[in-house]
């Protein structure tokens, strides 16, 4: 089923993307409930969790492990925080954040009013941070 998120993977909707291979794609998130607030997306448009290929979803899982670490490292977070709700989008989509404490858990934290200059120089970051790694794609 096609979603947004399709529509930014096929670059119809514009998106800050951190990563991109050929199953997984991660973004920046629209609505961040912390800065560096990242998508981690699998190309595939299947609507949940339960639902995807194992395979592909040890993909996704692994994609965020590498994301988490790119974010601790370029917000100097002590955490990584991980979500899947699934109700705001039906495509399979994990939240990666840094995270202080359980308080930035909440999607009430969201920042609808983020500039593009916010998200560009976030993307920055965690692609700076992703150089350093050597898992990064």
Sequence with gaps: MPSVFSA?????LP???VWQDEDVVAFLSNAPISTGHTLVVPRQE???WQSVDPELFGKVMRVAQIIGQAVTTAFGAPRAGQLIAGFEVPHLHVHVFPAWGLGDFSFANADHAATAEQFEA???KIRA????ESNSG
Excluded: E, S
């Design 46 to 48: 299947v609507d949940n």
């Design 122 to 124: 976030a993307a920055q």
């Design 15 to 17: 998106g800050y993307f």
């Design 8 to 12: 930014v993977i096929a670059g119809d």
């Design 129 to 132: 941070a992703l150089a350093g």
